[in-house]
Nanobody, 122 residues
Framework: QVQLVESGGGLVQPGGSLRLSCSVSGSIFSNNAMAWYRRAPGKPRELVAS???????NYEASVKGRFTISRDNAKNTVYLQMNSLKPEDTAVYYC????????????????WGQGTSVTVSS
């Protein structure tokens, strides 16, 4: 019964910025961790960032300092602000809901939207 709808992707030049949004339906948003994954051409899906129900965040090393994950529980929305974009950030980005443990590890549920495509190219 969980639906995830990603938006905000597009074509951007290196060094540019995008803000991705994910609208979450269902009653579990505020009680669960959220995350952004991405799948680049020819590569497996990878975890980019996660955020717990209380706002603690973790980032994949290559995006740390450039990307910021946030959530607005009142709007049932999770965001990914992406700055200083690089060509290697090109991918389809997916949001996900799941659980985080006390170590900061993220455990995804098997709910996926259609994703939103980000292309970083000059």
């Amino acid at each position: 019964q969980v639906q995830l709808v990603e938006s905000g992707g597009g074509l951007v030049q290196p060094g540019g910025s995008l803000r991705l949004s994910c609208s979450v339906s269902g009653s579990i948003f505020s009680n669960n961790a959220m995350a952004w994954y991405r799948r680049a051409p020819g590569k497996p899906r990878e975890l980019v960032a996660s955020i717990t129900c209380i706002g603690s965040t973790n980032y994949e090393a290559s995006v740390k300092g450039r990307f910021t994950i946030s959530r607005d529980n009142a709007k049932n929305t999770v965001y990914l602000q992406m700055n200083s974009l690089k060509p290697e950030d090109t991918a389809v980005y997916y949001c996900n809901t799941g659980l985080s443990d006390y170590r900061g590890s993220y455990y995804p549920y098997d709910y996926w939207g259609q994703g939103t495509s980000v292309t970083v190219s000059s």
